[in-house]
């Protein structure tokens, strides 16, 4: 079985990607920051069929990243596919505007991540 871990996937693009993926028979692996929106996401997922396991995972936390690998170690010893998809575009700030944190704010959500 194909597995997959998609960061922030509770909503938007990295929901729809889990959804798809898993109504392909993925396991997906679904990170949230917010175990709330999270588990959310995963129960949504799973009553439709997907295989789903919901990963803790706030990408700019080093100490979340390694949480997140234990977790996905104690469901599979390889992952196939990484969609580090949690980010976000920065709020539409004018680039001629944007200060140094406005730009932190958005390359920050690349994380730490890596497997
Ligand atoms: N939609 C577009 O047209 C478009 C265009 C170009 C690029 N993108 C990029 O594609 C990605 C998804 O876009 P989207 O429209 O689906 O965005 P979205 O609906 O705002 O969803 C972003 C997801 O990333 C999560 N996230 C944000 N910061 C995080 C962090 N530090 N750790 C873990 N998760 C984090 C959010 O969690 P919360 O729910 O907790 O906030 C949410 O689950 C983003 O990286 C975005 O920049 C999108």
Do not use: C
């Amino acid at each position: 079985m194909t597995s997959v871990l998609i960061t922030g996937a509770n909503k938007g693009l990295g929901y729809e990607t889990a959804r798809r993926l898993g109504k392909l028979g993925w396991r997906v692996f679904l990170g949230s920051r917010d175990e709330g929106r999270g588990r959310a996401a995963a129960q949504k997922l799973a009553a439709e069929g997907a295989q789903v396991v919901m990963v803790p995972l706030d990408v700019t936390s080093q100490e979340a990243v390694a949480g997140a690998v234990r977790l996905v170690r104690e469901h599979t010893d390889r992952m196939d596919v990484l969609i580090n998809n949690a980010g976000t575009a920065g709020g539409g700030v004018n680039p001629a505007k944007a200060t140094a944190e406005d730009i932190h704010a958005v390359y920050d959500r690349l994380g730490p991540i890596g497997w």
